[in-house]
């Protein structure tokens, strides 16, 4: 069905409403979900957890919360609008994948990993989509058996090539092995060319949200500063942002693929028609 004539209809405005407590749900959820799990799966592997992570107090839902409700009711709306009626599988499935890459996110920016139990959760629901696409004859979200596959490994190996590029450049990882496993995740649901697009999403992401950060730092700096100064502090951002995590940018590309799964096709496939493709 049409956007516009799902939109039209009693059960398209039922769903969207449904959405506002079902988003909010789910942001509580996550919160709840995010301040119960063991500690272990907010560090790395053998590390001594901090004294945060013991409280059980990690996010509250008067902060974290809130911006999680209203990220969670605009992305379950805008799924519902792509998948409406006869796709409710489809919701139900990408719903799920919204929240637990929320929570990635969430996790990610907080204390630098990506727990490995939400990325498997992620992978798990994305192998059912994807096994229910083909078998029904659906082939939205791919049309031959082997697209998620070779997404997978499109995906994982972006993100291990630019961490390749990372270790030559700085001499360190450019990133932890967490998003080369939420990256196979993804690939596993978005599959071929669809990892492309999202890779795409998530590199324009990460640079437009780096020369934001960059010209930020360069306002805020003081005018007496000497020019040789001001371009070993610019340098010093270059190098700490090469560290920072780069798994919302891989959960922005995720959900912006899901929610705008028409438009990043219609663009795309509009942008390939110019070179004859």
Known sequence: MQILDYLQTTGGILWLVACLPLGV??????????????ASWLCDYGETPAPELLTGSRVSFRREGILLSVLSVLCLALCRVQFNQGFDV???GLAGIIFFALMIAVCDLKYMIIPDQFTAAVGIIAVGLSIYDIARGFRILHFVWWSPLLGAVIGAGAMLLIDFIGM???????????????????????????????????LLTATVCFLVILAAARRTSRPAEAEEETEESEQEILTAQSYLAF?????????????????VHFLANSYLELFHF
């Open 247 to 263: 798994g919302p940018y891989i959960t922005v590309a995720l959900i912006g693929y899901i929610v705008l799964f028409d438009a």
């Open 168 to 202: 030559l450049v700085y001499k360190k990882e450019g990133m932890g092995f967490g998003d080369v496993k939420l990256f196979a995740a993804v690939g596993l649901l978005t599959g071929f060319p669809g990892t492309v697009y999202a890779f795409l999403i998530s």
């Open 25 to 38: 749900f789910l942001a509580w959820l996550a919160v709840w979900v995010i301040n119960k799990v063991p």
């Open 90 to 92: 489809y919701f139900i």
